[in-house]
């Protein structure tokens, strides 16, 4: 039986994947892929995932999930023919990390444990596990935003933190004033970078997932302007035939329905 045609589940899309990867008989583009070309797929493909899921796009999420798979399988089957490591060894040892970091499950630990403290748990069995600095481990390839936060969170847990929510007010202030002082484009960066990090801070005392945050305020602030776009071509226009007077008019009436409906 041909298993890349004939095959079902994981073990068919393993076939394939070798099959695309076969330096004579596969496919030219997926031949000459490396680790680092499908780093950024395989980035994107995650953020798929959590595109449908905070869209609640549940017809969707299969699909993406699938997309995601295929870049494990991808790396995996880079990583067999380079004899690095083959895809049944990545799954023993992601299985081997969750019995270890879960002795409340697996082991004789007491379950009675509120989640609160299992994730401390947690955090220190993959501090054991590190071994090395505090901030060793954070992934420089993550967005900015959740890099920042892992960042703080670890900094946290050795005592390095602003011990109230109003102290990170307080510096976020003092960050903005510092971006409008700014004179040259480095040092507004440098600001506007200082900026960003301290409202990162916030949002973690505040217990708001930061990368959540933001991807919400994108949600909708894209959902308002093209409520104006909907408003401006009900009367002939477009955006750029507008001005900022009328379109921040149509920002209120859009931001006053949505109260309403709320």
């Known amino acids: 039986m041909d298993e890349a045609r004939d095959g079902k589940g994981l073990a068919r899309l393993r076939a394939i994947m070798a099959r695309l990867r076969d330096p ?15 780093a950024p797929y395989t980035i994107e493909e995650a953020h798929e995932v959590a595109d449908a899921i905070e869209r609640e796009a549940w017809d969707e999420l299969e699909g993406e999930l699938g997309d995601l798979l295929l870049q494990v399988v991808y790396h995996a089957q880079m990583a067999e023919e380079r004899g690095l490591f ?22 004789t630990e007491s379950n009675a444990k509120s ?3 299992q994730v401390a748990d947690w955090e220190a069995a993959k501090a054991r596990e ?15 935003l959740m890099r920042a936060e892992k960042l703080q969170k670890r900094a946290a847990r050795v005592g390095f933190d602003w011990p109230e929510a109003a102290q990170v007010v307080d510096k976020i202030a003092e960050e903005a004033r510092e971006v409008a002082e700014a004179e040259t484009l480095a040092h507004r960066e440098e600001e506007v ?32 302007f093209r409520s104006i776009e909907d408003a401006l071509a009900a009367r002939g226009r477009t955006p750029a035939e507008s001005d900022l007077a009328e379109m921040d008019a149509l920002w209120g009436e859009v931001k006053t329905r949505e109260r309403v409906s709320d």
């Open 86 to 107: 083959g895809f049944d060894a990545v799954v023993d040892r992601v299985a081997q990390k969750m019995w270890d970091r879960h002795p409340h499950v697996f082991g």
């Open 24 to 38: 004579e008989t596969g496919c030219p583009w997926d031949v000459e892929q490396d680790f680092r070309s499908i």
């Open 130 to 144: 590190r071994r090395g600095r505090t901030l060793d481990g954070v992934a420089l390839g993550l967005p900015a």
């Open 193 to 224: 970078g200082d900026l960003l990090f301290a409202c990162a801070n916030l949002a973690r005392h505040l217990g708001v997932d930061p990368e959540v945050a933001l991807r919400r305020a994108n949600a909708k602030f894209e959902r308002r």
């Open 115 to 117: 989640a609160e403290q």
